[in-house]
């Protein structure tokens, strides 16, 4: 406890009692904070020109700093440095020229929030009538000191908040919980967590719910129920870091020239149905050259597995979770072309670096795009030549269609309206005796099931090219010819 005989001389200074248990940062940002950043600049010089000579200063403790458990002292500053430079020169995340930049996030434990209510409360206490101590209340926070210190220290590094590459620097303290504890004891304070039995300490006295209960305790029951002033901590905070890149986004378009192969990895009950999809061969390349490990896909619909893709191919995107590099070269884009066009199965192009603003004109008006079909069909009877002609004829037929029976597990039974028009029926020289083979040519509304307005999926599809016909038809091979979308923008090569 401090006792009342802790004088105070000049107004201008912090008692002796609570200066011995602050490092000198903490002091510069409690009662400099007019002039911290050259105070802090000052420090450092000192220090320098301090090596080898092992005469304490003013200023030096060896106990850990009752508000910031060391981290604003010179060995955990120079750690936090070394943790960054690490990351920086990580093999994912190293680049051409050696990395000096990131954008910088500091994680420090709940204690040193309550720890600092405290101490606002014992120093306004202190200079009760003698100082307007609203007026020099605000720290200059934790966080904005560690950066100022980091800056000053690491001269060759930059920290810029707009940097795709985010190191977080964790500091952690261990009787945090045990401190942050201490408030759950006085009457009135409430975490919403505790009584979540599966709740860990950290999710219990999180950020969040800490700054909540200072803000709702008053500074009376501050100062009665926890140690006043703050406590010599026993231990020295500890530091971890880790890094996380922004995501890129690749986008391009892509053919497909297999009846067998599947657009997604294709798992039932977690069991893999085939080796290969359209995702893993398009994006598999592209990660490897950004060095990501995930990634997610997606494209302007889908095809079935056994359905090509060909004219000028399907708009997709990847988006690759925390690659190691933001941007490549022109060439080295093309390269990434080359590699996944040597399988047979696929070809993209177009190949580029989207913004996450840019990712909405792959859906935008998905359903209104048009895409144009190729079909083969077969039949054991010949269709009336009029009736053929009729239907070329017809500018535009609207079918209702009923979800299909074969996609009935997977989407929600309702009926749906889809355009199709400029239908062209042409024999094609028979191969076998059997039966008679058509190619169907049409253009449809983006949605429209094509097996079922060949077949008519048991009536389930209204009208349909068998019912028009007054035939029989089947479909035995499928192809999309175009898909209506000008995005993403067709590159120069
Ligand atoms: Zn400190």
Not at 356 to 372: A, D, P, R, S
Not at 403 to 416: E, G, K, Q, Y
Request: with cysteine.
């Amino acid at each position: 406890m401090v006792s009342n005989s802790d004088t105070i001389n000049n107004e201008d200074d912090l008692p002796e009692s609570i200066q011995s248990r602050l490092c000198e940062i903490c002091y510069f940002r409690i009662w400099e904070r007019n002039n911290f950043t050259s105070k802090v600049e000052d420090y450092f010089l000192s220090k320098k020109t301090e090596v080898g000579d092992e005469k304490p200063g003013k200023h030096i403790k060896t106990n850990p700093c009752c508000l910031c458990f060391g981290l604003l002292t010179l060995p955990l500053l120079e750690q936090s440095i070394l943790l960054i430079k690490q990351i920086l020169n990580k093999d994912k995340y190293k680049q051409d020229l050696e990395r000096k930049q990131c954008c910088l996030s500091f994680s420090i434990p709940p204690a040193i929030f309550i720890r600092e209510a405290v101490l606002k409360v014992f120093i306004k206490d202190k200079y009760e009538g003698l100082l307007d101590f609203e007026r020099k209340s605000a720290f200059i926070t934790i966080k904005e000191s560690w950066r100022t210190c980091l800056e000053q220290l690491a001269n060759d590094l930059k920290f810029d908040d707009n940097n795709p590459l985010r190191i977080t620097v964790t500091a952690l303290y261990i009787d945090n919980n045990e401190e942050c504890k201490q408030l759950s004891h006085i009457p009135g304070t409430y975490f919403p967590n505790a009584n979540k039995k599966s709740a860990g300490p950290e999710y219990i006295y999180s950020r969040a719910s800490v700054l909540n209960a200072i803000g709702s305790i008053s500074e009376e029951d501050l100062k009665k129920n926890l140690p006043f002033p703050p406590s010599i901590p026993q231990h020295f905070a500890t530091l971890t870091a880790s890094g996380k890149h922004d995501s890129v986004f690749i986008a391009g378009r892509y053919n497909k020239y297999s009846r067998n192969l599947s657009q997604t990895p294709w798992t039932i009950d977690g069991v893999r149905k085939s080796d290969l999809s359209v995702d893993e061969l398009l994006s598999g390349p592209i990660k490897s050259v950004f060095r990501a490990e995930h990634h997610n896909f997606s494209s302007s619909g889908r095809e079935d597995v056994d359905v090509r893709m060909l004219g000028s191919g399907r708009p997709f995107i990847v988006e690759l979770i925390d690659p190691g590099l933001s941007d490549i070269l022109f060439e080295k884009m093309r390269s990434i072309e080359c590699d996944i066009n040597n399988s047979s199965l696929v070809k993209v192009r177009d190949l580029q670096i989207i913004s996450k603003n840019e990712i909405k004109n792959l859906k935008e008006g998905e359903e209104e795009k048009k895409k144009t079909y190729k079909a083969l069909c077969i039949t054991k009877q010949v269709p009336a030549p009029e009736a053929i002609m009729k239907i070329q004829n017809s500018e535009r037929l609207v079918l209702e269609q009923k979800t299909p029976i074969r996609v009935l597990h997977r989407r929600p039974l309702a009926i749906r309206k889809r355009a199709v028009e400029n239908i062209k029926l042409t024999e094609v020289p028979k191969e076998t005796q059997d039966f008679l083979m058509y190619e169907l040519e049409v253009t449809t509304q983006a949605g429209t099931y094509v097996k079922e307005f060949v077949h008519g999926d048991f009536g389930r599809t209204n009208p349909n090219l068998s019912d028009l016909l007054g035939i029989e038809m089947d479909i035995v091979a499928l192809d999309v010819l175009n898909i209506e979308i000008d995005w993403p923008p067709a590159l120069n090569q």
